[in-house]
C-alpha cells in the first residue's frame, strides 16, 4: 500500500499536465461519457464546446464539430490521456465500471504505476491509473524501470474495501499525456531539447519524458504512427496539450530553447504556445 507521504506530488514537478483539448464529432455523446464514465464535473457548456473537470479545476475541453473527419489510429496525434488517482480511488472505479460492463481494453502493471486501459465513443484513448510509491521506480543505477506486465485485478479491488465510486476524485489530475508520433528522434528534438523534459526512460519504440523526477508527464510512441507526417486539418481527436510550468521564468527559457533548435512559438496573453512536427499544439502556461 502507498502511504500519502509517498506519493509524487504532481503539483510540485517543474512542468505538469494541466489541460487536454480534443475535437469531437458527436459532442453530446463525448462529453457524457467522461461524465459518466470517468466522473468528470461538467463546468461550463456552450458555442459548441463542455469543459469537464474535477471540483472547480478544468481537466478537459472538449470542441464539437460533426463536419470533422474521424480521427485516423496511424496518424499522429493521442494515444492516450492518462487520469491519475490513488490506488483506492483506482479500485473503486474499476468497480464502478465493471458494474456498469463498460469495455475495457486492457490492464497493465507498469511498475511504476498500475493502469487499466479504455477508449471514448470517437477512439481516444484513456489510461486510468494510480503511481506506486516513487521509491519503488528506479533501479540500483537509479534509473526508472518501466514494464508492460499483467495486472493483478484482485489484487488490486482488496483495495477499494468497502468504499465506492463516488466520481473523480477532487484531488485527482491527468498525470500524463502518451502521443502518437512519426519518428523518435525527431520527438526528442522538440520534447527533450525544445521542452526541456528529460528522457525518463524507452521502450522500444517509445520515448518517456519526465520533468523533476517523475517517470513521465508526456510521451512519444511510433507503434502505430512510424513515418506519419503533420496530421490533416479538419480531423477529429487532439488538439492541445496544456503544460504548466511552476516557475514563470521558466516561460522565458523555454522560448529560447525553441528559438535555438528552429520550432516556432506563438506567444499569448497567458503563456506561449509551439507546434510538434506533426502539428499537436502545446500551450505553455506558469
Not at 464529432?25 to 459518466?36: H, N, S
Not at 458555442?47 to 470542441?63: I, K, N, Q
Request: hydrophobic share 40%.
Amino acid at each position: 500500500m502507498i502511504m500519502e507521504s509517498e506519493r509524487f506530488e504532481i503539483s510540485e514537478a517543474p512542468m505538469r499536465i494541466g489541460t487536454v483539448r480534443l475535437n469531437v464529432r458527436d459532442l453530446d455523446a463525448v462529453a457524457g461519457f467522461y461524465r459518466d464514465v470517468l466522473g468528470l464535473v461538467p463546468l461550463t457548456a456552450g458555442d459548441g464546446s463542455v469543459t469537464l473537470g474535477a471540483g472547480e479545476r478544468p481537466l478537459l475541453h472538449l470542441d464539437g464539430d460533426p463536419m470533422l473527419a474521424p480521427r485516423d489510429s496511424r496518424q499522429a496525434g493521442l494515444f492516450h490521456t492518462a487520469f491519475l488517482m490513488s490506488r483506492r480511488d483506482l479500485a473503486c472505479w474499476l468497480g464502478h465500471v465493471t458494474e456498469a460492463r463498460v469495455p475495457l481494453q486492457g490492464a497493465s502493471d507498469h511498475l511504476v504505476s498500475e493502469a487499466i486501459y479504455l477508449a471514448d465513443p470517437e477512439g481516444n484513448g484513456i489510461e486510468v491509473y494510480a503511481d506506486r510509491a516513487p521509491s519503488h521506480w528506479r533501479d540500483r543505477s537509479g534509473a526508472i524501470r518501466m514494464k508492460t506486465d499483467p495486472l493483478d485485478l484482485e489484487n488490486l479491488m482488496q483495495a477499494a474495501g468497502a468504499a465506492r465510486w463516488a466520481g473523480f476524485p477532487p484531488d485527482g489530475a491527468i498525470g500524463h499525456v502518451h502521443l502518437q508520433v512519426g519518428d523518435l528522434e525527431e520527438a526528442d528534438r522538440f520534447y527533450r531539447d525544445a521542452l526541456g523534459l528529460d528522457v525518463a526512460a524507452r521502450y522500444p519504440g517509445a520515448s518517456f519524458y519526465g520533468s523533476g523526477g517523475y517517470h513521465h508527464q508526456l510521451a512519444g510512441n511510433v507503434w502505430n504512427s512510424r513515418h506519419a507526417g503533420p496530421r490533416s486539418e479538419g480531423m477529429a481527436g487532439l488538439g492541445t496539450v496544456e503544460l504548466v510550468l511552476r516557475d514563470p521564468a521558466g516561460l522565458r527559457r523555454t522560448a529560447e530553447r525553441a528559438s535555438r533548435v528552429g520550432s516556432g512559438i506563438e506567444s499569448g496573453e497567458d503563456g506561449i504556445r509551439l507546434r510538434d512536427p506533426w502539428g499537436t499544439t502545446i500551450a505553455l502556461t506558469a
